[in-house]
């Protein structure tokens, strides 16, 4: 099974809720109106919260990535390299 890899900019994130809304396991809008990645880890070189999900969980990231209002989230596959979205 594969494995890919979502990164979420956080700073331009308005709280919409487009991710929560597809996938409450991953994602979570905090008190402070800015989603969290559940389980992410924080990438300082990048900025960006990092997290590794399996093939299963792909479509309601995917999901969220596409509705997400604000483009902040970003999807690759881990073996490739390849941007899914
Ligand atoms: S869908 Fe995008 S803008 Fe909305 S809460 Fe999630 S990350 Fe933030």
């Given at each position: 099974m594969g494995k890919y890899i979502v990164e979420?900019?956080?700073k331009?994130?308005?709280g919409a809720g487009v991710c929560?809304?597809?996938s409450e396991k991953d994602w979570k809008v905090g008190p402070n109106g800015k989603a969290v990645l559940n389980g992410g880890k924080f990438d300082a070189a990048k900025g960006v919260w990092v997290k590794e999900?399996?093939?299963?969980?792909?479509?309601?990231n995917r999901?969220?990535?596409e509705g997400c209002p604000s483009s902040v989230i970003r999807i690759f596959n881990k073996d490739?390299?390849?941007k899914i979205f």
């Open positions: 979420y900019s956080e331009g994130c308005i929560e809304a597809f999900i399996d093939e299963k969980d792909l479509p309601a999901q969220a990535a490739t390299g390849e």
